[in-house]
């Protein structure tokens, strides 16, 4: 079964059980302040759930782009991933537990054909009617485990919003792929048990001190990863192993000449390549540009690791793109946008790498000395200060140097980084104070009074004026040598302020 069935076959197994096929939304949530980026199904369902819009249906389901930022340090790895599918049905004060459970149950061993002896289950501490339904499936008493909050309970998604207790659907892989402890369950943390599906009892709507007052009714909110699944019912024990990502590594696989499967960091490398391209390009696609803080930035670390694995693989040239264009390809007919902003998301990815490409050997050079400083390497601590020289001017985000530390054994400063990404502030707002006419390189240290400079390019293209300042790397100075490279403040000028609202 290819991903596109599976994904087929569980709108239309909901679609016969009632439920209003709604599109997916984009990764940029709609008028929820609480949220980054589109995370889960319910993102989408939430005003219906809380009672502050009507939904089109009690019984809706979907198929929803979700970003997980939480993540991404582990992406390289066989299961997680920041970009992924998730089939979601939802009941808006419509059904709950009992038909939930069941009718999960029919989908995954009836349609997608898992073998039941291979399911398990978790459930909330004292959830027993939780357990009765679970029993009622066929599923044996020793297979239903019970956990606390940390495992079974979902949401909010972001600081606020609907939440409740859940049930948790477990696929074991076999002891062979596993820690092969007598102990080895569920949440044990090896690959063994792959975790399958969510099923929330949505019942609480949370605010941000994190007080529960209940929903206006008890609503129901699922979500299954397509790619997981995928893996399973293919007979794969990764994701990357499955149709929906073997194109992507082949590109990868050619791009580098390297090959999938003979090497652990290699193929750990070529699986961040492949999953980070994918989640750019959707990105990008949905609108998001990369910045240096918002969803802006998570983007900006995503295409950055990429390009840094794909070093790894020997790709020293922007490769990005090509295999944005394969992902566009094989997505386009679920995903029309990517089609129609094609030339848009492989610009960008371009540009974007281009850029961090001309600092990132330079970065990586500094890193190596700054690690090899005896009184660093003996720390094993690299300072705030050098952090930030990386962040600043090579590009390097605060995460990438911290995991590049992390795999020879050091750990940064954070506190170090926030003092200068602090003091990097106030230089910016000295700038800002410092009104239009402050034409500075380094920002400015010593503030000087200077109104506006008035615009006189409207009736010629020459001026002659005075300088009423000078400037040396930000700070005010009374005369300038030759050769120093200077900001000069004038009280009119010709030349056409070309960005800042001013
Ligand atoms: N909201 C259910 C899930 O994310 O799995």
Redesign the pocket.
């Known amino acids: 079964m290819t991903g596109d069935e599976l994904r087929a076959l569980f709108l239309e197994f909901f679609e016969g059980k009632g439920h209003k096929i709604i599109p997916g939304s984009s990764l940029i949530p709609q008028d929820d302040p609480t949220l980054l980026l589109t995370?889960?199904?319910?993102v989408q369902i939430k005003p219906y759930f809380l009672g502050e819009l009507e939904p089109p249906s009690r019984r809706l389901a979907s198929c929803q782009k979700c970003f997980r930022t939480t993540d991404i340090e582990r992406v390289g790895d066989t299961s997680h991933l920041t970009f992924f599918e998730?089939l979601?049905n939802f009941s808006v004060g419509d059904y709950f537990k009992k038909e939930t459970i069941a009718w999960a149950w029919e989908f995954i061993t009836q349609h997608l054909g898992m073998p039941e002896d291979r399911l398990w289950a978790s459930i909330f501490l004292d959830d027993d009617d939780a357990f009765n339904y679970w029993l009622d499936t066929g599923m044996p008493a020793d297979k239903i485990l019970r956990f606390g909050e940390e495992d079974n309970f979902?949401?909010p998604?972001g600081d606020s919003g609907p939440c409740g207790p859940?049930s948790e659907i477990f696929y074991d892989l076999g002891e062979e792929v596993g820690c092969g402890k007598p102990s080895c369950a569920p949440n044990c943390g090896c690959d063994r048990f792959v975790e399958i599906g969510?099923l929330?009892f949505m019942q609480f709507n949370q605010d941000k001190n994190g007080n529960r007052t209940p929903l206006p009714k008890p609503s129901i909110?699922?979500?299954m990863g397509i790619e997981r699944n995928a893996a399973v019912v293919q007979g794969k024990t990764s994701v990357y192993e499955t149709d929906l990502f073997v194109p992507l590594l082949d590109c990868v696989s050619r791009l580098s000449g390297k090959k999938y499967g003979t090497d652990n960091e290699i193929d750990s490398a070529m699986r961040v390549v492949t999953e980070h391209s994918r989640g750019i390009t959707f990105l990008i696609g949905d609108g998001v540009m990369p910045s240096n803080e918002g969803r802006g930035y998570v983007l900006r670390r995503l295409l950055r690791r990429a390009a840094l694995f794909g070093r790894r693989l020997g790709l020293d040239r922007p490769f990005l793109k090509e295999i944005a264009e394969i992902t566009i390809r094989q997505m386009e007919h679920v995903y029309p946008e990517l089609k129609q902003r094609q030339d848009f998301i492989l610009n960008i990815i371009e540009m974007e790498e281009t850029r961090f490409g001309e600092t990132l050997n330079s970065g990586l050079e500094l890193i190596e000395n700054i690690m090899a400083t005896p009184s660093i390497k003996s720390t094993k601590i690299i300072p705030g200060e050098d952090v930030f020289r990386l962040y600043d001017t090579y590009g390097f985000p605060v995460e990438l140097t911290s995991e590049i530390g992390a795999s020879r054994g050091f750990t940064v400063d954070l506190e170090g980084f926030d003092r200068e990404m602090d003091k990097q502030r106030q230089r910016a707002k000295a700038v800002q104070k410092f009104g239009s006419a402050g034409m500075v390189k380094n920002g400015v240290n010593n503030i000087v009074d200077i109104m506006t400079t008035p615009f006189v390019g409207y009736s010629g293209t020459k001026q002659r004026t005075e300088i009423l300042s000078m400037l040396v790397n930000g700070d005010s100075v009374r005369s300038i040598a030759q050769g120093q490279e200077a900001g000069i403040i004038l009280a009119e000028t010709p030349f056409y302020g070309e960005m800042g609202g001013r």
Request: proline content about 0%; charged content about 15%; aromatic content about 6%.
């Open positions: 995370s889960a199904g319910m998730m979601g979902w949401g998604a859940d969510t929330v909110d699922t979500g």
